[in-house]
Every structure is written in structure tokens, then in C-alpha cells.
């Protein structure tokens, strides 16, 4: 059974926002539609396959659509999505969205144990999973796991998409969405020409429940966070709308997965709100990256730093990009200066360091603003909060304090509407007006400016003193020798913790923890935050599903490699 998804932000407040037009109002099917019916032979997706119209992938996403109904699929019913990037994930997105259904993606990649966690506690009535990826068989894994008596009690369908054999147990995506063949082969103006012309699409409120965002953050399990279609496509819709230089469609090259939080903004925002073109690549190499940059010209890229830092390094062997897009748009993690400023001269546009989650909070640096420095004040520099996609407040977490630190609220147009299946969290990270607590530390100037500090639970506490990985991290990456850093708390039998630092160093160069230390003495950082463990890391940082560093693989290695006592720094 779908648990109750209530709406923490009261009713009045959405309607106020939706007055102001911070959102559009309707569902994300009929705002797709719509572009569909006005520019029917506009590129919609490129992808591995090729290039999909907007007519073609509204027909693909119908006769989904009739099919899941005959699978048994009623609105408001949860269905889970695990498939690369493609034009077939875009087309799930669109096809529930027709029903009325809420989709739950999560990336390829993620394991057995995490798909179940998330597929139980959503109360997920099907799952349409990739047949084959990289060595992954999705499908046919979850429907062994749905097999297993008690293991998903409210799952009864699992479709394969892909190639290949169909799995025992489950159904064909090709045979749900008809005759088998593809939604280029299948026009027509009304897209039905599968036999099904009696299906029509349901008008959902745009303030209930379309998407939940997974997120990989410090719980126990993925925390599961609800997005109305007004949420989406208004307040994440206006985050975009705000980085078009002149209001034509974005053209968005996804480096990310689709299925990740940060790509909620592809269906719904690039396609949905702003009838532009999704540039997908099934996994990310900086060598098709840069590929796709020259072959598809996108105006906008979407990634995180270290894919970036990646795409920069390789652009050192092969010469600056030409005719470079109309922003980098990094989020994820911290932006460090040094990225920013190479980023900017290797593709000659504008960096947008973004700040924002699942749990619904988002800020961001703009195509214009000056890029972050960390001698303009403590943290990262993230930007201005816009109020058409979420004002922001600082609480001090435990009374007032002298510099102005403490957590960072978010309540907005895009402010989700509450965790899924985990009350607790509703309990810890909602407060009963509709502001959402992140567990970010940070602080706003005069200005207005936001900057982040850290994390609440990212503290590593060294004999009773607090220590903030990202304050250490900032200083750290402007190091002549360092490439990227990631800092990361380690048990200790005598301190509690010791602060490590896993380190990428640049081409050519070596890196000692004595050096990073005496970079940290001319940075005035104080002793007793200064690193005590040093990772080198080869290539670049290991990566979650969902693109962000993976610290959890980070600290796997240190604790392989750590020696019984702390390296001393002198």
C-alpha cells in the first residue's frame, strides 16, 4: 500500500505562489503536451539511439501510458524507474506522469538491498527496470527479490526495458507500448495509432504528488522526498528559467543521471516548463562528454565537479572547446575557485556553482555574479535565494551566535511536500509552517548573499572539539598541487575522531599531508583542524549512482590503509 503523502506546506501558501505565477499550474503530461502540440517536429531527446521528435516521444509516452493502465496502474500508485539515460526513461517519466501516477526513479547501479528499502517503504505497486546495463540485470533481480514471499508486498509488476530476453517473471516494455516498434515508426497526430486510441491522459492536481526524489544522504536508508507537478516544473522550472540568457529553450547536456535528484530538472523542467531538448549520455567519460558538447551544442550543462575537473584535464591534451555553451552548472558538492576559473577559460562561458537537494533547498551563483573566493568570508559563496524558488533563513542551531552561523530553512515554490513512508524525518526536518530544515550550516551577509559552512552532521568532533570537513576542504583545494579533496571524520580510540584528507593531486605533482598542512598554517586555518590522515586517490574520486563523491567508499579505504597510529605533522 502507498503510504499517505501529505502536504507539510499549508494550502494557502502554495496558492499564494501559484498567484504570484512562480508556478505554471498544471500537471507536467498537459505542459508537455502543449509544446508538443506547438512545435511537433522539435528535437525532444538525443540520446544513444539517436534523435526523438516531440511527436514521436508523446506517442512513445502514450502508448506507455495505455499500457500501464492495462497492467493495472492507477493514479497515485507508486512505480519505480531504474533505467540509464535514455529517450525509454523519459518516456516512463512522461507516461506516469499521463496517468497520474508518481514516479519513483533511482539510478542504475544502485544494488538489490537499496532497491527493495526503496521500493517497500514507497509502497511501489510496479518497477520498470533495464533488462541488461554494464553487467547489471535489473529486471530479472527484481523480480526474483518480488518473488520472495514478504520481500514486496505491494509490487506485482516488473517490466523489462531493453534488449534482450525477457526475464522470467516480468512483462516487455516493447509489448506494453504496443506492436514492438519504436515511437519514431509509430506516428501520427494523436500519437494512438497502437491500437489503444481510446486512452486519454489524466488531469492530476498540480499540487499533489509527481515525482519522489532519492536521496543519498547521511540516513540509515535513502531518504524518499515528495514533488508535486507545481514543485517541479515551477519552483525547479524557475532555477533554469533564471540561467536563459534570452528565453530560448535550453538545449541541456545531462551528466548526471536522470533518475538522480539533480536530474529531476530534465523531464520536467527542460522538456515539461520549457519545451527544450535533453541531451543524454547513458554514462559518463569525459571523452563523451566533450564529444557531445561538439557534436550537439548544447546551451547548458549539467554536472558535478569532478566530472568537470575531468573534462578539463582531458581538454589540456586537446585544446579548449570551441563555441562553448551558455553555462556549466555544477552542483552536488562544493565548487572550489581553481575548478571554476579553469572551467571558465577551458569552455569560455559562464560556471553556475549551485547549491541544493532533494530535501528542497536550492541557491545559486548566476550567469553574472563573480565567482566564489574564499577570502570573501567562511564557506562557499552560493548565490542570492530567489523567491521564485525558495526564500532561504538562517536558524542558529543551538541559541545566537557572534558570526551570524546556523542552519539554513528553505520554504518555496519548489519545497517539496514531505518524506515518503518516514514520519521521522517529517518530524526532524519539517517544521509546522512548511519550512524545511537541510542540516547545512551557513551563513547570509548583508547582501543577501548566501554562503555554506557545512553540515550539521558532518561535524568530525577530535577530543570534544568540532571540526568542519567543508571549512578544511575549501581551504585545502587552493593548493597549488591539488586537483580535488574530500575530508572525511575516522575513528580514533583516543580522540573519537581524526580528520583525513583524500586527495586527487594534479598532473605530475605528489602530495604530502606535511604540505597540506603548511598550505593550511598560511591559510591561518588552526592546528587542531588540520588533517591527520592522508588518502591519495588515483584518476579521480570515487562516485555514488548519483554523481556525488562517495564518502561512505572513502572511508572504506582509509580504514584499510590507516596504520595504528595518527602520521604527526610537527
Known sequence: MTPRIPDLVPGTLRRTW??????????????????????PHRTAVIDAQGETSYAALDTEARCLAAGLAEAGIRPGDVVGVQLPNSRAAVAADLALAALGAIALPFPVGRGGREAVSLLGRSGARAVIAATAYRGSEHARELAELAERAGALPALHT????????????????????????T?????????????????????????????????????????????????????????LASLLADG????????????????????????????GTLVLLD?????AA?????????????????????????????GRTADGPTALILGGSALDPATHDEAARVFGCPVV??????????????????????????GIAVGRPDPAVCEIRIAPPHGATSDGTGEILARGPMTPLCYVGAPELNMRYRTADGWVRTGDLGTLAADGTLRVVGRLKDIVIRGGANISPAEVEGELSSHPDVREVICVGVPDPLMGERLAACVVPRAGREITLRSLCAHLDTRGVERRKHPEHLLPVTGALPLTPAGKPDRAALR?????????EPARTG
Do not use: W
Not at 18 to 39: T, W
Not at 293 to 317: A, D, I, Q, W
Open 18 to 39: 501559484a498567484a504570484a505565477g512562480h508556478c505554471p499550474d498544471l500537471d507536467l503530461y498537459a505542459l508537455f503536451r502543449a509544446h508538443r502540440m506547438r512545435h
Open 353 to 378: 556553482n549551485l547549491y541544493g537537494s532533494a530535501d528542497g533547498v536550492n541557491c545559486h551563483t548566476g550567469l553574472s555574479q563573480r565567482p566564489p573566493r574564499p577570502d570573501d568570508g567562511p
Open 283 to 287: 554514462r559518463f567519460t569525459p571523452e
Open 158 to 181: 516488473v517490466i523489462a526495458a531493453g534488449p534482450g530476453p525477457v526475464p522470467a517473471g516480468c512483462l516487455s516494455l516493447e509489448e506494453l507500448t504496443g506492436d514492438g516498434r
Open 556 to 564: 572504506e579505504r582509509l580504514a584499510a590503509t590507516l596504520p595504528d
Open 183 to 239: 515511437g519514431d515508426e509509430r506516428t501520427g497526430d494523436e500519437g494512438t495509432r497502437d491500437g489503444r486510441t481510446g486512452f486519454a491522459p489524466e488531469r492530476p492536481d498540480p499540487d499533489s504528488a509527481a515525482r519522489i526524489l532519492v536521496s543519498s544522504g547521511s540516513e540509515a536508508e535513502p531518504k524518499m522526498v515528495a514533488y508535486s507537478h507545481n514543485a517541479l516544473a515551477g519552483g525547479r522550472g524557475n532555477f
Open 290 to 318: 566533450l564529444a557531445a558538447l561538439r557534436t550537439h551544442r548544447p546551451t547548458h550543462v549539467l554536472g558535478v565537479p569532478t566530472m568537470v575537473r575531468m573534462m578539463v584535464e582531458r581538454c589540456g591534451t586537446e
Open 248 to 275: 530560448t529553450p535550453p538545449r541541456c547536456l545531462f551528466l548526471v543521471p536522470l533518475a538522480s535528484a539533480f536530474g529531476s530538472s530534465g523531464t520536467a523542467v527542460t522538456l515539461a516548463r520549457h519545451g
